[in-house]
């Protein structure tokens, strides 16, 4: 299902209605992309038969960023390069976001070396043409220890009201007959 566009300003013309220079806009969008604090790849499927040959044909700096690397050394890598990767449901569903040519939300995905160095990311993949996937990354692990530990202090909390309702109420009451 491609997505309609629903803002944005229309790049064929300016506000007093004259033509705008193709550059003026669409130049913008390699710096766009680069800045972006959400990682964002750009995949090139090369046999289509065989989600190993997904190769990394860009990057941002984010992306680079949650890989440890550079953009440089990302370019040209397969999922052959990373067979932590492989041991995932994620080429599969690459492999359906592409051949559907839907956007797919993939979810929260734990990945990393070791126990210790794993981290969850929303993974969200758009298909851009039938060979080119782009893939946008998010590091949602610190969001979801605050909101473990959020959980955690509410859950304290309720049982020091309970523990002070329970001393507080008078004796032969269901409270302490229990």
Known sequence: MKAPRTGGIDIR??????????????????EILKRLP?????LLLEDPSDAQTFRIVDVNQAAA???????????????ADFPGILET????????????GENR????ISYGESGEAKR????????LSQ??????????????QSERTLRGS????RLLVEGVRKAMSPVGTPAHSA
């Open 13 to 30: 013309e300016n506000s007093t209605g004259g033509a705008l220079p193709g550059r003026t806009l669409l130049g913008l969008y390699p």
């Open 38 to 42: 959400t990682a964002v790849i750009l």
């Open 65 to 79: 960023a949650i890989t440890r690397s550079s953009p440089r050394a990302l370019l040209g890598k397969t999922f």
């Open 89 to 100: 449901p994620v080429p599969g569903q690459l492999m359906a976001a592409l051949q559907s």
């Open 105 to 108: 939300d993939l979810g929260e």
């Open 120 to 127: 969850v990311y929303s993974v969200r993949v758009f298909p």
């Open 131 to 144: 060979k080119f996937l782009g893939v946008a990354i998010e590091d949602i692990d610190d969001r979801i």
């Open 154 to 157: 509410e859950e304290r909390f």
